[in-house]
């Protein structure tokens, strides 16, 4: 059976591509729309009291499959991830040009720091800049509202991708954990995968199931170094070394540092052992 997290279908209504697949009413051809909002909670039913899947940053692309009493059926172009989102956080598609590189960033009103912010921005976040100015020293990008960015805190998307997605991932460290959560303001574990990844120009699926049976190759334990990846049943965390791991847990409810012995001892009372190895990206 196809995967409801990755395939747009329902008994009324499912997308296009799907016509031979699956049964259903009506199928439609999606129409494209970008997120609008610093970040915003993709839901499995469009419901606010329900738990979230994961979140979209703005400037992610999606497909729109419906629009109905405030709410939009969605797949997002990044990972292909179908779920509900408010229709007020979408706007028209539009290219970007930079996208944020540090796990928080203010826009101001203004090329000013002492200026008001009017919004925070997650590191993944994507914007398009009309232009660009130095205020007292400090380079600031600009939107074409008027919103300042401090420059040094984004990247051309043209301009070579993070080389290291380890490095990546520990700027998040002391970040707080947050069930679905995939920015700087709260992440979880196979969000912090995904988007440390992505930031050093690497796709990764969201979900450490899909991330444990698909992503990379299986090692052996024997194995492991730096980059690495490490699954429990519904956990993953990221190797710094041969010792050393990274993960966003539930424990200390934050991005954190741990060996991985001392994982394996706290988690394994709980979800048992690991239950597989993999490296993420090809040797070169």
């Not at 051809?29 to 909670?41: D, G, I, L, N």
């Not at 007020?88 to 590189?101: E, F, K």
């Not at 101001?108 to 398009?128: E, I, K, Q």
Request: charged fraction near 25%; include cysteine; aromatic fraction near 8%.
């Amino acid at each position: 059976m196809l995967d409801r997290r990755l395939n747009a279908f329902r008994p009324d209504l499912a997308d296009i591509a799907l016509k031979g697949q699956v049964e259903a009413e009506r199928f439609v051809t999606p129409e494209p729309a970008m997120v609008s909002q610093p970040v915003v909670a993709l839901r499995p039913k469009p419901d606010r009291a329900i738990g979230i899947d994961t979140e979209l940053l703005l400037g992610e692309e999606v497909r729109v499959f419906e629009r109905a009493e405030g709410w939009v059926w969605v797949q997002a172009v990044d990972d292909g991830y179908v779920g509900y989102l408010p229709e007020d956080a979408l706007g028209s598609v539009v290219t970007p040009t930079h996208i944020v590189t540090v796990p928080r960033t203010f826009v101001y009103s203004g090329a000013d720091l002492r200026f008001p912010a009017r919004m925070v921005l997650s590191m993944g976040s994507r914007l398009r800049i009309a232009g660009e100015v130095a205020t007292r020293g400090t380079r600031y990008l600009l939107l074409a509202d008027g919103g300042a960015l401090v420059a040094r805190h984004l990247r051309a998307v043209s301009d070579p991708p993070a080389p290291d997605y380890v490095s990546v991932a520990g700027l998040f460290l002391e970040a707080p954990y947050l069930w679905g959560g995939k920015s700087g303001f709260g992440i979880d574990c196979s969000g912090l995968v995904q988007l440390a990844m992505r930031l050093a120009g690497h796709a990764a699926p969201r979900d450490s199931d899909m991330q444990a049976s698909g992503l990379g190759i299986p090692i052996e334990r024997r194995a492991l170094r730096r980059g690495d990846l490490v699954f429990w049943k519904g956990h993953v965390a990221i190797m710094e070394d041969e010792m050393t791991m990274i993960h966003a847990n539930g424990h200390t409810m934050t991005v954190a540092r741990e060996t991985l012995e001392a994982a394996i001892d706290r988690i394994g009372w709980l979800y048992g052992a690991p239950t597989g190895y993999r490296r993420p990206v090809a040797e070169t």
